[in-house]
T-cell receptor, first 112, second 114 residues
């Protein structure tokens, strides 16, 4: 089946790195996404990775994929107050090019 | 950068009334979606739409729901007779007609059913 799991909360000090983890159960070839949702706002696509990749880096964001363990992580370097948001992990299948399935989201709280 | 736009941003309606939520997808996108997020809960898939027909729908998307692409730019979600439990944030999304293209979401419409 399809299920995406994330921890619900993470607190990080400003300037430190944040690491948000996600596990998924579907072993089919898939795309994995990270979306950011600020309070009262929509879903902003941060980055995405195909399952034949191990890592993707984009400025302060690093995505790591361990396909064997079905584990995805998002690392935010030099966390800033503007990074405070809910981060959703999501997956989709290559052959069913329709819906994506979201995790419940991780609320990132920045400590001063 | 082109974006998905949704109107209204907030809709309040009475139980039993019909509501129509509107979306303008990105202009060269051909796949369209509606998702909803009940307050504090996960983002749930409702329906996907391609080539003027529904390609997939979830069990949430019952006979009270319908979607339409009335012209070349709008994509609407209609709820025929709203229930209290329909109160949620409704997100529209669209994507290009190619492999690897991600979904782009609008800012959502907050529906409050009283």
């Amino acid at each position: 089946g399809e299920d995406v799991e994330q921890s619900l909360f993470l607190s990080v000090r400003e300037g430190d790195s944040s690491v948000i983890n996600c596990t998924y159960t579907d072993s089919s070839s898939t795309y994995l996404y990270w979306y950011k949702q600020e309070p009262g706002a929509g879903l902003q696509l941060l980055t995405y990775i195909f399952s034949n990749m191990d890592m993707k880096q984009d400025q302060r964001l690093t995505v790591l994929l361990n396909k064997k363990d079905k584990h995805l992580s998002l690392r935010i370097a030099d966390t800033q107050t503007g990074d405070s948001a809910i981060y959703f992990c999501a997956e989709s299948k290559v052959n069913r090019d329709d819906k994506i399935i979201f995790g419940k989201g991780t609320r990132l709280h920045i400590l001063p | 950068e082109p974006e998905v736009t949704q109107t209204p941003s907030h809709q309040v309606t009475q139980m039993g009334q019909e509501v129509i939520l509107r979306c303008v997808p990105i202009s060269n996108h051909l796949y369209f979606y509606w998702y909803r997020q009940i307050l504090g809960q996960k983002v749930e898939f409702l329906v996907s739409f391609y080539n003027n027909e529904i390609s997939e729908k979830s069990e949430i998307f019952d006979d009270q729901f319908s979607v339409e692409r009335p012209d070349g730019s709008n994509f609407t979600l209609k709820i025929r007779s709203t229930k209290l439990e329909d109160s949620a944030m409704y997100f529209c999304a669209s994507r290009e007609d190619r492999r690897n293209s991600p979904l782009h979401f609008g800012n959502g419409t907050r529906l409050t059913v009283t």
